[in-house]
């Protein structure tokens, strides 16, 4: 029984680049979380969402970034025309129907913007 | 608003020592709380939750509801439990976290 799957575990992209962090949900989970965790900084809520639904986006800031959890593959967090401030690492988080605050988590991927 | 506020960044303690982890909170519902743990290059994990009232690898936490806080206990520290530790709260959104307590255990 894998647990969540984030890849990939490190990406760097220039300045104006777009970033593409995939995440795969524990087999049978529906929800699905992003988090960005800054240097020095906790873990910061982002998105939250069901397959083929964004539930909760209050996280996300609102240019460039974006979400979705098609009802096939895996959840993709997009952020486009990266810019330095943008490099954290960014963690997926699972969890099963009705259990929301049960969050398995994926090992990240750390995005370093150059 | 929900906040977790876990007021060290660092706590060092010796082997058998006790350990508290000190987290409060701000919610004016009632909050689920969740202590959850990140041992050096594993993934952040589950630890223990308050609805649950259990103790899990020696560690208890109560949820005080007087004074919003959902401290971590343990009474004999182990070099094992050196690690990262969060804090989070559910409320009416998903998991909030604090900025998170490293554990460094010493022998």
Redesign the interface.
């Known amino acids: 029984n894998a647990g969540v799957m984030q890849n990939p575990r490190h990406l760097v992209r220039r300045r104006g680049q777009e970033a593409r962090l995939r995440c795969s949900p524990v087999k049978g989970h529906s929800h699905v979380y992003w988090y960005r965790q800054l240097p020095e900084e906790g873990l910061k809520f982002m998105v939250y969402l069901q397959k083929e639904n964004i539930i909760d986006e209050s996280g996300m800031p609102k240019e460039r970034f974006s979400a979705e959890f098609p009802k096939e593959g895996p959840s993709i967090l997009r952020i486009q025309q990266v810019v330095r401030g943008d490099s954290a690492a960014y963690f997926c988080a699972s969890s099963p129907p009705g259990q929301a605050g049960l969050a398995f988590f994926g090992q990240g991927t750390r995005l370093t913007v150059v | 608003a929900q906040r ?1 506020t ?1 007021p060290e960044k660092l706590l060092s303690v010796f082997k058998g020592a006790p350990v508290e982890l000190k987290c409060n909170y701000s919610y004016s519902g009632s909050p ?1 709380l ?1 202590w ?1 743990v990140q041992y050096s290059r594993q ?4 630890l223990l ?1 308050h609805i649950s009232r259990e103790s899990i690898k020696g560690f208890t936490a109560d949820l005080n509801k007087g004074e919003t806080s959902f401290h971590l206990k343990k009474p004999f520290a182990q070099e094992e439990d050196s690690a990262m530790y ?1 804090c ?1 709260l ?1 409320g009416n ?8 307590t490293r554990l460094s255990v010493i022998a």
């Open positions: 977790v876990q689920e969740f959850y993934r952040l994990q589950l939750r969060y989070a559910r959104t998903p998991l909030v976290f604090g900025k998170g």
